[in-house]
Structure formats: C-alpha cells, structure tokens
C-alpha cells in the first residue's frame, strides 16, 4: 500500500507542476495538503496563484486575502494580491497592498514599478513618479519602470524633447513583448503611447493596426495602417495587412488595390498574391461583354457578318424546338469544341448544342452555360434536380444523371472535359466554382451491395455519402471519386488516381487509393506560407476522418499538423479525443496535458483529463480535473466553491416521509404531489433532482450526470440527490465536487425507484423541475434553451422536451431522436403520439411543479413504465413544449431497469398495466391504437430473452401480448409468428405448457 505524500512533500510536487504549468496536478497537490491543513497559507497561496493563471480574478482575490489575514508577513502574497487587484481594477486596494508588501521588504523595484503604475492610473502623478525612481534607485536596469517613469514624466510635460524618440521606440518594444504574451490591452497601451511621444513613428502606428485588429476594431486598424503607410510609403507589410483588413470589411476593390501595391514593391510576395485571387474571385468584376470581346477576333466585313448573325440567332437559342433550331443556325460560322463556346456569352440563356440530349424535369441553369455535343443530362426514376451554376462548362460526350433522390449542383465558373460521367444515385454530386475537370472522369456516390447468391444487377445500391469538391479543385484526366468523399479546396488530383477518402485544401494527391504527396503551397511562394497552409489542411483532414470515425487516420493528419505547428492548441486536443477513442489512454493524457500547459483555461481538456482518470480508478485525480473545468467553464461555479469553502463538507439530511394522500385522475388514484411550503418566498426556476441507487457500476455515470448538471449551475437553480438508501457511500464525492451546491438526502431504508422520484419532486421548490437519472446526463445549453423558451410560455404547458440522443455504456450515440425536427414550439397531437408509444426519455423533459400538484405523481408499481404513464397524464391535461436540438443523453447499459426487465419479459407486463390505467382519461380510439402496437412490439421482442436463453422472458411477453390485445387478428398475427424457423425452441415449450396446465390469458 501507496502511503501519502507528506505535507511538505505535496507543497513540493505542488510547486513543481505549477512550474511545468500542469495546473491539475498543482491543485490537487495543493488540495491535499488544505484537507490535513484546511488553514495552510502555503497551500492557499499556491491555489491564487492557479486562479489568477486561469484569468479567475475574483477568487484568486478571495485566497490571496484568506493567506494574507493568515500570515500578513507573507511578502509574496501581498505582491501577488496587489498584481490581481490592480488586473481587476480595485485600484486603492491594490496601492494599500503593494504598501504593505514594500514595509515588509523596501528593496524589491518591481513592488515599487507596480506601485508607481498603479498610483499612476489613479491620476497621483508626482507619488507614481517618485515610485518609480525609487525602483530605479534599487535597480537601475529595470527597463519597465524606466519606460514607466518616461511616460509619468511625459505626461506631466516634465519629459525633455530629445529623449522622446528614445522612450518612443521603448514604449513601441515593451509593446511587442505584450503581444507575445497575448496581452493586447497593455500593448495597446504601450503603442499609443509611442505614437504620442513620436507621432512619425510609422511601426509604432503598424504595431497598433495589428493589435487593434486582433481585437475586431477594423476601421480603427485601417486607419492606424493608413497612417503607417502615409509615414513610409515603401511598407510592403502594411499594404498587405490593411488589404487583409478591407477585405473583413468587404471593402473588396480597396483590398485589391492595397494587395497589388504590396506586389508591386514585393513582386515575390505569395500571401499577398494569394490574398488578392481571392479577393478578385469575389468581385467577378469581369462582364459578359468584356469577356466576349477578348474571345472573339472581328477581321473584315466577313468577320463582321459571322458577329451579327450569331449575335442575331443566339436571342432565340434555347432548349424548346425553335430554340435549338435558332442555336443550330448560330453555329454555321463557328468551328467545332472549343470553338463555339463563345457563344455562350452572347446571350444569358448561354448555349446549349443541338446535338445535346437534355432530357431531364428539374433542371437549372445558370446564366451564360455552355452544353457541348452529345452531352446528356438525364432524370431516372426518382431523381433529383440537376443546378449548373453561371458560365458552366460541358464538353462533348459527358452524362449527367439522377436518380433515387441524388442530385447535382456544380458552381460557377467550372469546366468538365470531354467524357465525364456523373451518376448521382441515393446521395448529391456537388461541385464547386473555378474547378477544372479532365476528361474520362467519373464521379460515383454510391456502390453495390454484395448479397451472396444474389445477380449483381439485382443487388441494392448503398452510399456512405454525397461526394463534394470545393472550389478551386483540378482533377487530372481518368480520376474516380467515390461515395463519401471531400476533395477540398484548390486540391490537385493526380490522372488515373481512384480517391476513396477526403483530401484537404490545398494538397496534391496521387494513386490507387489516392494519397496526399505534397501541399500545393510547398510549389510557390514563401516556405512559412506553405507552411501554414499545410497546418490548415492537415486539421481539416483530421476533422474530417473524425466525422467519419476514421480514428486512425485522424490520428496521424492531427500529428501532422502538429508537427508543422508544434503550439496548436485545438490539434493537440482532437488528437487527445482520438487517442482516447482508441484506447490510448496515457498518449491521450499527455495531449491533453499540453493542451492545458499551452492554454490552462480550455476546460473540455480538464473533462476528458478526467474520464481518463476515471477509466484509470483514480478518482480523487478525476474530481481534481473536474473542479478545474468546472470552474474554466463556469464562473457561477467558481465563485460559489470559493466562497461557500473547497473543503465543505456535505450534510446529510433525511428525507421527509412518503405521503400517503392521493389525487384522482379519471377516477384512478396517484400519489399527491404536495405544494411547496413558504411559496410567496424567492423560488428557483429550476430544480434538478437526481434520484439515485449507487452501485460500484452506475457511480462510474454519476461523476460525468452531476458535472453536465454543474456546468450550467446558476444561482437560480437548486440541485437536490435523493439517494435511496444506496449500499455505495456517495456523500464524500458529492461534497468534493458539489459542496455547498447540491443539496444531499438520503432515505433511511430503500423506496424503491418510482417512490423515490415522488420523493425527490416533493421536496424541490424549482417552478420547473429535472428528474435526471445518475447515468443519463445533459448536454451544454440544455437549460438557457429551455428557460429562455418557458419564461414567455402560459400556464397551458405543463411540460417541455428536448431532443435526444442514447449512448452506450463506452459513450458513443447509437440512436438520436427530434420527435418534431426543428418546429420549436407547442408539441402538436402530442397527446395521441404519447398516448400510442412513448417517443420521450426522461433526461429530456422537465416539468412545472404544479403540474405534479395538480396530476400526482409516478405509479410506484410500473416498474418500467411509470413515466410514460405519467406523460400520457400530463399530455391529457396540458400542452407540452417542443425544444428541437439534441440537449439531453440517455445511457443505454447493462445496470440499468430497461435492460433487466427486458430479458425478464416484465416489461410487458408494466406496459399492458400502463395502458389498462391511461384507458381512465384518454380517448378509446387511442388505446386500441396503443393496444394494436404493443402487442406486435411484444412479438417483435420476444426474440431479445429467447437469444439470451430466457424462454420464460419470451413466454411471458407473449402471454403478455395476448393480454393486451386478443382480438382474432391478433392472434392469428400470432400463430403466423409462431411458423418461422429460429422460433423453434419457444414453440416446443409453448406447446409443452399448453398441453400441461393451458396459456392463461
């Protein structure tokens, strides 16, 4: 057995993690010693230093002060103290804290340097510059309180004129050092500074422009570059920035014109090359008549002639019988192929050949097309439409066509060789603008099945999605694009390759399969610009395998990009999601380790750290990254940890008797759900209730259900964990993750489920109530989206669901559910929907309290089927809310009821009692609806125990079955199921117990 670190050895490894910036570990460290210590100074200190790291001024404040009333001969404390009042702009407090630190050690400059700019800011010119002197007397090279005591100095009119320009191109340096690390308000300031002491100072007015664009302030950046370049006309970085700069601003032309000088100075310039194609793409300056004009080549009467009379005949061109006679008579004067597309720019209609085949219901053209010879476009059985862009080109011999829902839709601007093949079955074919296609390509979204001892012509067609190519793409002669596939923007594709997979921007790729050589920008241009290009590509194409759960191909185009850009922070964290999904648990900990140390606020890195650990059985480690997401991603839950104590230990309070006054509903009594006490006092909007039974298995969810549930804590929320009397002690982890929070009950013998979620509703005082089970879990938003929708709703709504997903026990979604897809509003004929089968998952819906007053509450003795009894209730009496995203998750999982009851055939059983009590309030012909479909979903399930070797699962819900619905089609619908091969074994022992003592029904 492991002993524990000593105090001073935790303070020790504390302060080595904070150095190596692995701030989980740090606080953990520091948390240890706080739980033998809770009034450790050491210990309190080193957590404000993490707090004041991860931008959490306030409760960095809150420790710092604890330390100091602790221990006020703590020099660093103070200093620390006084850096995060003067960060949070408590001015006073800090200059009294940085006063104490100074009587405790009066020789330190930086204390002084601090203290003069903090005096400074208040306006207290003379004490600021008699600090800064001071730090200057201690320490003569300290470079900041120099600059620091020029500007004072300036300020005051105090600083002599041949020492400006000196202290300018300081100021302009400390700036650049700010911006370094990422503080762009301080080198603002820095830069404003230079330009007030040298307003010719044209990198001082560039330095600003960049800083102020980083922060969106574009006109101001526009003009700060404007100024840099009226300064120093030859500034090839300026131009290309401000062009970057219009080009946010859609100032589109001025872009290009600032682009063009930068490459008139820098002819070589690949950024600013490629800067302004894209800016002249989006203008398409260029019109119809312009274009024509440098095609065509008048000579002579004769050349005249030609001009009018296809002038003439193109008016009329079209694709009815006359305007394909008028397109044919246009061509007597042009050549053949290449030669007559032209024509397609005397007229927007563009130009479609004779001899074209267009055959096709749902066709779209743009303006100004051109259709060469024996092209064909054709609509199968079920296709979709067909959308060429402006000024599409098709060569001769290319066949478009559609069929079983597929689509096509190619941008403008594209060009397809002769010989093409697009077939655009079951998914879309979408092409992108300014892409050039070869000859003999072929572009197949779908494939065959392979059934045995099926004809290949008799085999279904099957897709793994649409293919898409972006813009700007080249594809070189004979390439074969397959279902699924992403060719991304300006890619090259080498002749004759077969592309089975995506291939980012900007990469060249060759073969069969097709695979990525280079990167297009590796050709031209600058080396860091192909660089960063690269960087970019390879992150798509990670994410795209991603999308894909390709994992193992994600995986290496995250190292690549990576390897090209060592501090990404986002491409060391998805590579830590994939590595994790693989099971590389200590490669994906170390990612998300240096996710933490490049940027120690990205809070998703502390989740995943955390499900890691878990895997792992290291739960005090899981809680520690927890807390620190928790409070990266919620600033309501770092305040109210500080403040209430991180160290508070959980109550336990006992929950109160279960009524035994019922309410009627259709003449069948429910339990009474009673009114809160005190109503006229302050109430929650929400109260969410986590009815819970810990075993080892299920507390694995119950970390992952209450962090979902803290990190959208806010202070008009209660959390309330009624745990019915669990053989797994769960007090110490609530308190350690929720202490002061969550609310902590438990039953001093076991209720059972339904009962305790009685009990859990009865005690909450929320207008709205959450009933989450310990393993489902919400997703972020799940509550703003519900309270901003419920807040403006009426009385009517008694209920609101969400969108929904089911996870397996490993996390991965296996089925999703939008009951009305995106018609956000009041659930139209819910209470038929409801009323038939049940759609919902109960982490999904909420309820309003005093719908449970009015209605009671849950059946104790439907084991399974107790809440959609309760929703077919409340649907009876109330309109229920719609809210169309997936916000909630509900766990599929060997521990949980669904399953159990399942192999045991009960669920049959608490559905035909579900229906038998909802037949007291809702209308007949909904019952014998739900009655028809229970009784085939009772047939269609029995097969689930009978596989497991529960034949006494499978008789009961066939028992069941009968029960629910024995009408003579039915039980003909039986004996019909009965006769299938794989139903042998049920049939024997059916037949065995019938001839015994006969099937009760």
């Known amino acids: 057995m492991t002993n524990s670190p000593s105090v001073s050895e935790s303070l020790q490894l504390a302060a080595k993690y904070f150095k190596a910036n692995r701030l989980i570990q740090a606080e953990q460290f520091y948390r240890q010693v706080l739980k033998e210590q809770p009034q450790h100074p050491e210990a309190l200190y080193g957590l404000g230093l993490l707090a004041q790291q991860m931008n959490q001024l306030p409760i960095a404040e809150k420790l710092l002060s604890k330390v100091v009333s602790l221990r006020p001969d703590l020099l660093k404390a103070w200093f620390s103290l006084g850096n995060v009042r003067q960060a949070n702009g408590q001015l006073p407090k800090a200059e009294l804290a940085y006063q104490k630190a100074i009587e405790l050690q009066p020789n330190i400059a930086p204390l002084y340097n601090n203290l003069g700019y903090t005096l400074q800011e208040q306006g207290k010119w003379d004490e600021a510059i008699k600090s800064y002197k001071k730090a200057l007397e201690i320490q003569p090279n300290c470079i900041e309180a120099e600059v620091n005591l020029a500007n004072a100095l300036f300020a005051q009119e105090k600083l002599p004129l041949d020492k400006q320009s000196h202290y300018a191109a300081a100021n302009n340096n400390l700036g650049l050092n700010s911006i370094k690390a990422k503080d762009f308000q301080a080198a603002e300031a820095y830069y404003r500074q230079a330009i007030a002491m040298q307003p010719n100072l044209a990198e001082a007015h560039y330095n600003l422009a960049v800083v102020l664009k980083e922060q969106d302030k574009l006109q101001e950046a526009v003009d700060c570059y404007s100024k840099a370049l009226t300064l120093k006309p030859e500034y090839v970085e300026a131009y290309k920035n401000l062009g970057d700069a219009l080009q946010q601003q859609d100032k589109l032309e001025e872009a290009a014109d600032a682009y063009r000088k930068a490459l008139k100075l820098k002819p070589d310039y690949a950024q600013a ?8 793409n989006k203008l398409k300056s260029t019109s119809i008549w312009q274009r024509f004009s440098k095609i065509r080549q008048v000579s002579g009467i004769k050349g005249a002639l030609s001009d009018v009379w296809k002038l003439f005949w193109m008016r009329f061109a079209g694709l009815s019988l006359l305007g394909r006679i008028a397109t044919w008579l246009a061509t007597w004067f042009a050549p053949p192929y290449w030669g007559r597309a032209h024509l397609s720019y005397y007229h927007s209609q563009g130009y479609v050949s004779p001899k074209a085949d267009i055959y096709h219901q749902n066709l779209q053209f743009g303006a100004n097309v051109f259709i060469g010879d024996r092209v064909t476009i054709y609509n199968d059985r079920n296709g979709g439409k067909v959308e060429l862009g402006d000024r599409v080109h098709l060569y001769g011999d290319t066949c478009i066509q559609t069929g079983k829902e597929g689509t096509v839709k190619i941008g403008a601007d594209t060009h397809i060789q002769p010989r093409c093949q697009l077939s655009a079955y079951k998914a879309p074919i979408n092409i992108g603008c300014n892409v050039l296609i070869a000859t003999n390509c072929a572009f197949y979204p779908y494939d065959h099945s392979m059934i045995p001892g099926q004809f290949i012509h008799l085999q279904p067609l099957k897709t793994r999605g649409g293919i898409t190519v972006d813009d700007g793409a080249w594809l070189g002669c004979g390439v074969i694009v397959l279902s699924g596939v992403r060719i991304g923007k300006g890619a090259v594709i080498g002749a004759g390759s077969v592309v089975n997979q995506d291939i980012p921007d900007g990469a060249i790729a060759v073969g069969s399969p097709a695979k990525v050589v280079k990167m297009r920008a590796d050709l031209v241009g600058k080396k860091e610009s192909g660089k960063q290009l690269s960087v970019k590509a390879w992150f798509d194409l990670g994410n795209s395998h991603q999308a894909k759960n390709q994992l193992k191909e994600a995986t290496e185009a995250y190292q690549k990009a990576i390897a090209l850009k060592p501090d990404f922070v986002e491409a060391h964290y998805r590579l830590g999601m994939m590595l994790q999904e693989q099971g590389e648990l200590e490669a994906a900990r170390d990612c998300y380790q240096k996710v933490l140390e490049i940027n120690p606020r990205f809070a998703d890195a502390y989740f995943n750290l955390a499900k890691i ?74 109260s969410v209730v986590l009815p819970i039974y810990s075993t080892d298995k299920r507390s694995d969810y119950l970390l992952e259900c209450l962090v979902s549930v803290l990190r959208q804590w806010k202070e008009d929320m209660e959390i309330i964990v009624v745990d019915d009397a669990s053989p797994l002690c769960i007090k110490d982890l609530i308190s350690e993750i929720g202490g002061g929070i969550i609310q902590y009950y438990r039953n001093s013998q076991n209720r059972g489920a339904y009962k305790n979620f009685n009990t859990a509703v009865a005690i909450s005082r929320g207008h709205w109530i959450h009933l989450l089970h310990d393993d489902d879990y919400v997703l972020p938003g799940f509550y703003k989206r519900l309270q901003e929708s419920l807040e403006n709703t009426s009385s009517s709504v008694g209920a609101a669901f969400t969108g929904y997903e089911n996870v397996n026990e490993q996390g991965q979604v296996i089925f999703s559910q939008q009951l009305y897809k995106q018609e956000r509003g009041i659930a139209k004929d819910f209470v038929e929907r409801i009323g038939i089968a049940n759609p919902l998952n109960m982490p999904a819906v909420v309820v309003r309290r005093s719908t ?33 995203e997936i916000l909630a998750r509900y766990r599929q999982h060997s521990q949980n009821i669904t399953t159990d009851s399942t192999l045991s055939g009960s669920k049959g059983t608490d559905i035909r009692r579900a229906i038998e009590v909802s037949e007291n309030y809702l209308l007949d012909e909904i019952t014998v609806k739900s009655r028809h479909y229970h009784f085939a979903w009772c047939l269609n399930n029995a097969i689930i125990p009978l596989k497991a070797g529960k034949i006494s699962g499978a008789l009961l819900l066939i028992q069941e079955a009968l029960k629910i619905d024995n009408s003579p089609q039915s039980v003909t619908k039986l004996f019909s199921w009965l006769k299938q091969d794989d139903l042998s074994a049920l049939r024997d022992e059916l037949i065995s117990r019938l001839l015994v003592k006969g099937l009760k029904v």
């Not at 090359?273 to 002249?280: K, R, T």
């Not at 209605?855 to 309760?870: Q, R, S």
């Not at 209730?873 to 719609?882: C, I, M």
């Open 852 to 884: 449970y007053e009015h209605l009671g509450g849950y059946l104790p003795e439907l084991n399974y089927t107790g809440d959609w009894e309760f929703y077919k209730r409340v649907s009876a009496f109330y309109d229920l809310w719609y809210e169309p």
């Open 273 to 280: 090359y490629s800067n302004l194609l894209s800016v002249l």
């Open 613 to 686: 650990h878990q895997q792992q059985n290291n739960l005090q480690e899981a809680i520690s990254a927890y807390r620190q997401g928790l409070k990266a991603s919620n600033p309501d839950y770092a305040s109210a940890i500080t403040t209430q104590g991180c160290n508070k230990q959980q109550e336990t309070q006992i929950t109160p008797p279960v009524s035994e006054e019922e309410v009627i509903v259709g003449e069948h009594p429910f339990p009474s759900i009673p009114q809160v006490s005190n109503p006229t006092n302050e109430r929650p909007f929400w």
